[in-house]
């Protein structure tokens, strides 16, 4: 049984950074090479894509709206897929969610991914 496992949501300024992680594990051992995604949804609107990486961290990809602020990166130390967010923005307020797939292809629809977790919470406000 795969668990996907986000954490490191919270309530931030506009302008400030916020690190969130996942951990993905299979039969309770992580597992550091499932291809992985962020997607969110924002208040009343519809899951949309984030970010992601590929099963080998050498392929990454961004939404338009946060590539130059958002880097997704694996860190093997934690054997976690982490989201790095730069100059976070009003906007970029809602729910969080890690996704990952033994292997993806295509990897900004939400349907090539099997495994979801529960979410986190980004809130960023003044």
């Known amino acids: 049984q795969v668990q996907v496992v986000e954490s490191g949501g919270g309530l931030v300024q506009p302008g400030d950074s916020l690190r969130l992680s996942c951990v993905v594990s299979?039969?309770?051992?992580?597992?550091?090479?499932?291809?992985t995604a962020w997607f969110r949804q924002l208040l009343g609107k519809e899951r949309e894509f984030v970010a992601s990486i590929n099963f080998n961290g050498e392929r990454e990809l961004y939404d338009e709206a946060v590539k130059d602020r958002f880097t997704v990166f694996r860190d093997n130390a934690k054997n976690s897929v982490d989201l790095q967010m730069n100059s976070l923005k009003a906007d970029d307020t809602g729910t969080y969610y890690c996704?990952?797939?033994?292997?993806?292809?295509?990897?900004?629809?939400?349907?090539?991914?099997?495994?979801w977790g529960q979410g986190t919470q980004v809130t960023v406000s003044s």
């Open positions: 299979a039969s309770g051992r992580t597992v550091a090479n499932y291809a």
């Open positions: 996704a990952a797939v033994e292997f993806a292809s295509n990897f900004e629809d939400p349907p090539s991914y099997r495994y």
